[in-house]
Each structure stands twice: as structure tokens, then as C-alpha cells.
């Protein structure tokens, strides 16, 4: 009987369990199971049968030459999981659905079924996320001896359920981190990038605003000696202007470049020019 929780293995070796030859205070899962596969069973002493109402059943399917042995071991089961604190309820809303036991609150569904077919033999079986869990009754190794085992694995079933998805929680909270910062990084190179494309764009009009000028000093003093300057007036001072709007330390003209694409581009495909001047979707 080993595990890896010594609390554990040391409770089942002192509270051994015992499967009785005889029914006489069957648990009203017992008798709600027995009602359902068609076995009569002898009322307890000391109970009424409107003081058990439909709780639900446990899954049982096995022949009739074994149905009163799958009700001993499943009435023994049942009081040793209530023992250990483990719920026992229907996964379904109807109250007489199969019962699941829930260990930590963790739903491991459980059912005794019969295989085999000259030799046959009982099977306990844990359906549940993160794979599935048997127990097979043998000659050498029957059911009624293993419960205390199957008390353990459960237990342990459900602890793995809880850490492996723990570590899945955890995996996706990093992954979800890692994403968040990697998010993070790439709008700070987006901006970063985009503020230096700015300085260096800004620079380089500032650089050609001053070689513009000094260009147009230079070209003024030509037309003056040349007499020129007043038929060069006009041009010199868009010229200025130009260098203006290629500074960034000056206010910026306003130009016929400034016009908004929409307002002069030719029609897409899909697009058409309205009677109004604008371009709209076909």
C-alpha cells in the first residue's frame, strides 16, 4: 500500500476496510443502486424507507450471479469514502443520477463493471480528466482486499488532477506574462523608432532649410548684382516659404501640398467620383 503521502498509507493500515458478507445496513446509495439493476434488498432494522429518499446510485453493471457481491463492495465503498470525507453526489441535476465521489472537490466518477468471458472478474474503473484509472479483481488479489489501496488512489488521483492544473494555470499565467512584456517591448521599439525617424527627419529638414537659405542668400546677392532681384521676387520668397516648411524650429507656411489625397487622387477600383467632389465605395 505506498504512496507518497505517509499520512495517507498510515490511516487506511489502521482503519482497514471490511466488506460484509451480509447487507443488513446497506447505505441508501446502496439501496438506490440495488433498486437500479433489479436486486432486492432486506430493509434495514432500524430505518424506514421514507427516510432514505432517491440520493442517486452508483454505476454498476455486472451479471445476476455477481450483483449481490458488486452491492457489498459498493456498500463498503461508499461508507468508507463518507468516512474519509469524501463527497459522494450526482454529477447531474437529477438527484438519482450516478454518483461521482469528490475527493478535494475533484469529480472522480467510478463504476463497477464485469469483463472477461469464460473467466470473468470485476473491474473498478475511474473515468476522469488526465486519464483513467482501473482497479481489476483477481483470485490472488480481489476487490474486497484492495479497498484501502483504492482509497489511497483516489486520493492521489485527485491531488495529481489539483497540481496538474495548478502547473497548467501556471504555465498559461507565464505565457500570458511573457506575452504581455513582449507586447510591452514592441510598442516601446515601435515608438522609440518612430521618435527617432522624427529627430532624424526633423534634423535633415533643419539641414536642408539652412543649406536652402543659404543658397537663396546666395542667389539674392546674384540677382542684385545682376538687377534681377525684382523679377526674381515672387520666386525667392515661395522659395523662403519652402525652407520654412522644411524647418522644424519655424511655423510652416501652409501649401497646396498640404491638400488631403482624397481630394485629388483618381478613383480606386470599387470607388467612384460623386457629383459632390468626393470619392465613394461603389
Given at each position: 500500500m505506498k504512496s507518497n503521502n505517509p499520512a495517507w498509507e498510515a490511516y487506511e493500515k489502521s482503519h482497514?476496510?471490511?466488506?460484509?458478507m451480509e447487507l443488513?445496513?446497506?447505505h441508501p446509495i446502496t439501496q438506490c443502486t440495488a433498486a437500479a439493476i433489479g436486486w432486492p434488498l432486506k430493509q434495514?432494522?432500524?430505518t424506514m424507507p421514507s427516510l432514505f429518499p432517491p440520493v442517486g446510485r452508483f454505476s454498476v453493471h455486472v451479471?445476476?450471479?455477481?450483483k449481490a457481491r458488486a452491492l457489498r463492495l459498493v456498500d463498503a465503498l461508499v461508507k468508507a469514502c463518507e468516512a474519509r470525507g469524501f463527497e459522494l453526489r450526482s454529477n447531474s441535476d437529477d438527484s438519482v443520477g450516478v454518483i461521482s465521489v469528490f475527493v478535494n472537490k475533484e469529480s472522480l466518477p467510478l463504476r463497477l463493471v464485469e469483463r472477461g468471458t469464460r473467466v470473468?472478474?470485476?473491474?473498478?474503473?475511474?473515468?476522469a480528466d488526465y486519464?483513467?484509472?482501473s482497479w481489476r479483481d483477481s483470485p490472488l488479489r480481489p476487490l474486497e482486499k484492495r479497498l484501502n489501496k483504492i482509497m489511497i488512489d483516489l486520493r492521489t488521483k485527485a491531488a495529481t488532477r489539483i497540481a496538474t492544473r495548478a502547473a497548467w494555470e501556471e504555465s498559461d499565467r507565464k505565457t500570458a506574462e511573457f506575452a504581455r512584456m513582449r507586447s510591452e517591448l514592441r510598442d516601446a521599439i515601435a515608438y522609440e523608432?518612430?521618435?527617432v525617424n522624427e529627430l532624424v527627419g526633423e534634423a535633415e529638414g533643419w539641414q536642408k532649410a539652412r543649406v536652402i537659405r543659404a543658397y537663396l542668400a546666395a542667389?539674392?546677392?546674384s540677382a542684385t548684382r545682376a538687377s534681377t532681384l525684382d523679377d526674381n521676387a515672387e520666386w525667392i520668397a515661395w522659395a523662403y516659404d519652402q525652407a520654412d516648411r522644411l524647418d522644424p524650429l519655424r511655423p510652416s507656411p501652409p501649401s497646396v501640398l498640404d491638400t488631403p489625397p482624397d481630394h485629388y487622387r483618381e478613383p480606386g477600383l470599387n470607388e467612384y467620383l460623386d457629383e459632390d467632389g468626393t470619392i465613394k465605395p461603389a
Open positions: 482497514p476496510i471490511v466488506v460484509p443488513d445496513e446497506p434495514a432494522s432500524n451479471s445476476e450471479r455477481n470473468t472478474y470485476l473491474l473498478l474503473e475511474s473515468d486519464g483513467r484509472k523608432r518612430e521618435a542667389f539674392t546677392a
